[in-house]
Each structure stands twice: as C-alpha cells, then as structure tokens.
C-alpha cells in the first residue's frame, strides 16, 4: 500500500514480471478489507499515509492474524 499511485504502479509491474501475484491499494480501509479476505505472504506499506500510518494498520493486520489463530 502506498499512497503515490506512481511508486505503486512501478512496484506492481516489478513484482509481477518476477511471478509475483500482487494486490495492491492506496487506503487503509481497502488494505484491511483484503487482509480479511485473503492470505498474503508479504505485506508492504508506506509508513507515512494521509488517512493512516503504516504502523496503524500493521497493528490492525496483527490483531486479524492472531484473532484468526
């Protein structure tokens, strides 16, 4: 998650030529509706966001994984 579409859009292409399946959002709320649905191996986020910080939701992604468990 990144809130510069253009770091998001490089990033995605990067990730993907290599294989990679990659889901990428620019909002909080977004990212954690898909952390619900899905499973992911590896989570990026920008930490300074203008609707929440990377930290924010990190916290928010721990709490699902470890209710989850």
Request: charged residues 25%; glycine residues 2%; negative net charge.
């Amino acid at each position: 998650m990144d809130d510069f579409r253009t770091n998001l859009t490089y990033l995605k292409h990067l990730l993907e030529q290599d294989g990679h399946d990659v889901s990428a959002c620019q909002q909080a709320d977004v990212a954690m509706e898909m952390v619900a649905r899905s499973e992911f191996d590896l989570i990026l986020l920008d930490i300074v966001m203008p609707e929440a910080d990377g930290f924010k939701v990190c916290a928010c992604v721990r709490q699902s994984v470890l209710n989850a468990m």
